[in-house]
């Protein structure tokens, strides 16, 4: 038997490995996106003061990681990809305080616009950009 056969197929899967993880790189850019749309929505639907503020800037922060996600290789992709999960982490955690025991003066109820929604999306998110940070770092010392 030839070696050129086992050579192939690990073409096969690294082209394939590759695509897999520039699919989950979409899928994550997509639920920063989503996560902030919900906080742009928010403040044009009237939510002001310093909430109002923190939503902007998760918004401005949420487009900046998604682009990131999509342009950057190697080490900085790596960076994003931590950054990322990081940011939809606290921001997930920081509207979890906010229904329970409150942050920064702010106690938010389900019955409030898109609460539920919002959970669903950062926890989703949360497990997609795990599974990202995870490609990269792998695909990190494969290469």
């Known amino acids: 038997m030839s070696s050129q056969p086992w050579v192939t197929s690990t073409r096969n899967l690294t082209g394939a490995s590759q695509r897999a993880l520039m699919a989950w790189r979409l899928l994550s850019t997509i639920m920063l996106l989503a996560m902030g749309g919900i906080h742009l929505f928010l403040v044009f639907d009237g939510v002001g003061g310093t909430l109002g503020k923190l939503f902007i800037l998760n918004a401005i922060g949420s487009l900046v990681l998604a682009a990131a996600l999509m342009v950057l290789r190697g080490r900085l992709l790596a960076l994003a990809t931590v950054l990322s999960l990081l940011f939809m982490v606290g921001t997930l955690l920081a509207l979890v305080l906010a229904l329970t025991v409150g942050v920064f003066g702010i106690h938010e109820v389900m019955s409030f616009t898109l ?21 990269v770092l792998r695909s990190r010392r494969t290469t």
Do not use: N
């Open 115 to 135: 609460v539920p929604t919002t959970l669903v999306v950062e926890s989703i998110g949360t497990v997609i950009l795990a599974v990202t940070v995870a490609l």
